[in-house]
């Protein structure tokens, strides 16, 4: 049980794109989500939180309007990359939890996106 | 404020030897506490949690961990490594502010020799 779903596991494209990753949850409802960045050989940093149905909440330093995430259904979060640029270039990972206080996160395998 | 650390960024064992992986916690309130596992180029698993109860909590894949709130720790545990044990490990613990969000280690990579 407990699987999530990320969608694409790479992502190759040009500067100005803009790049779409679904996260969704398989066999649970995931009445949160969280999108991370993680850089070579770090841990992972938290860009947004976003609640069913609400805005996102964005960490301090992460622009919103260039990492647009949608929480639209309890079962389907997307992070877009607006007008991507190669310092965009990184492993995003997503992850989701139910409503029960000290459940587990759980992740999706991640998507390696790469700007040229 | 919760804060994570993690002791020793790489540590490298024999096959067949002890793993022991160092995470130390500080929280305001009784905390929750997680070991994840991530391989190349994937995203994270959970191996073990800890939230009430028995403070020894054992995992997937031959892991424990053991709760002792007197040294604030947590460590992570295997008797016996193996070499597709060898991957990057991040003890972490859920902030007691909104949504649950979790605060990372920076992480240990486990390196596993035959």
């Known amino acids: 049980g407990a699987v999530v779903s990320q969608h694409p596991s790479r992502v190759i494209c040009k500067s100005g794109t803009s790049v779409k990753i679904e996260c969704r949850s398989l066999?649970?409802?995931?009445?949160?989500m969280f999108w991370y960045r993680q850089f070579p050989k770090k841990s992972l940093m938290l860009m947004a939180t976003?609640?069913?149905?609400?805005?996102?909440?964005?960490e301090q330093g992460v622009e919103k309007d260039k990492f647009l995430i949608n929480h639209a259904s309890l079962t389907l979060s997307t992070l877009t990359v607006t007008s991507a640029h190669p310092e965009d270039s990184s492993f995003y990972i997503c992850?989701?939890?139910?409503?029960?206080?000290?459940?587990?996160?759980?992740f999706g395998d991640g998507t390696r996106l790469s700007i040229l | 404020a919760q804060s994570v650390t993690q002791l020793g960024s790489h540590v490298s064992v024999s096959e067949g030897a002890l793993v022991l992986l160092r995470c130390n916690y500080s929280?305001?309130?009784?905390?929750?506490l997680f070991w994840y596992v991530q391989y190349p180029n994937q995203g994270l698993q959970l191996l073990l949690k800890?939230?009430?109860?028995?403070?020894l909590v054992k995992g997937i894949n031959g892991f424990e961990a053991e709760f002792k709130k007197s040294e604030t720790s947590f460590h992570l545990t295997k008797p016996s490594a193996h070499m597709s044990d060898a991957a990057e490990y991040f003890c972490?613990?859920?902030?007691?502010?909104?949504?649950?969000?979790?605060?990372f280690g920076a992480g240990t990579r486990l390196a596993v020799h035959p």
């Open positions: 992850s989701a939890k139910g409503d029960r206080a000290g459940q587990p996160q759980h």
């Open positions: 066999d649970f409802q995931a009445t949160t």
């Open positions: 976003s609640n069913e149905g609400s805005k996102a909440t964005y």
């Open positions: 929280s305001s309130v009784p905390p929750y």
């Open positions: 800890y939230t009430t109860g028995a403070t």
């Open positions: 972490a613990v859920i902030s007691s502010g909104g949504y649950n969000k979790l605060i």
